[in-house]
């Protein structure tokens, strides 16, 4: 009997926008995940100096956003232990939930080149089934020297063949900052959720 394949779609999601959607849709398909868990990061390291949306709001938006569809499911896995967020123990712990199952994080190119720095990367590989790794159109990595830092690491990567959307949280915040349309971007549920609790708007 085949293992289950779980897929984890981590992010700050601050708001999650149709490019997180069409990532996650291309990424169950093209890994052959039998379900992916997308995993709410609250307090990202790497973004100590930005303004974060509470986390109420974001897993708020995240769950109307994913609502409807079976093969997404929202984790908790991040929200009911202490930080700091170590990609390693994420999986861990998904794998203790999970017993039975296999499991793949998927990240985007650029942290797939930032890999041999993070916590523990050698054991993160032993860990997950494969790295899934968004690739947009054109991009190529040299595994090769990954492979000198992180070895393994080749055997690991399974690339996911991203479309090039220039959609980016950081553009939308800006736009409903500065009074522009933004409707557009987001799922509906979540554009109207935005707009009643008027959020993102200028003090």
């Not at 849709?25 to 790497?46: F, V």
């Not at 968004?134 to 595994?143: A, F, K, S, T, V």
């Not at 479309?163 to 939308?172: F, G, K, N, Q, V």
Request: aromatic share 8%; with cysteine.
């Amino acid at each position: 009997m085949s293992r289950e394949q779980i897929g984890l779609f981590g992010g700050t999601f601050d708001p999650p926008h149709l490019g997180h959607l069409i990532l996650a849709s291309e990424a169950y398909s093209q890994l052959k995940l039998d379900r992916l868990l997308w995993i709410l990061t609250p307090e990202p390291p790497h973004k100590q100096e930005l303004s974060i949306t509470s986390i109420a709001h974001r897993l708020a938006m995240v769950k109307l956003a994913i609502e409807g569809n079976p093969t997404f499911e929202f984790s908790h896995v991040e929200l009911d232990r202490p930080g700091p967020h170590y990609t390693l123990d994420t999986i861990q712990l998904i794998s203790q939930q999970y017993p039975d199952a296999e499991i793949t994080p998927i990240i985007g190119s650029d942290s797939l080149r930032d890999m041999p720095k993070w916590h523990r990367p050698r054991e993160l590989l032993q860990a997950c089934h494969w790295v899934g790794v968004m690739r947009r159109p054109g991009e190529q990595e040299n595994l090769d020297v990954l492979e000198n830092d992180l070895p393994g690491i080749s055997s690991k990567v399974h690339y996911v063949d991203a479309p090039l959307l220039e959609i980016a949280s950081r553009e939308i915040r800006s736009r409903i900052a500065e009074g522009k349309q933004f409707q557009y971007y987001l799922h509906p549920a979540v554009y109207e959720y935005i707009k009643e609790n008027r959020l993102y708007q200028q003090s």
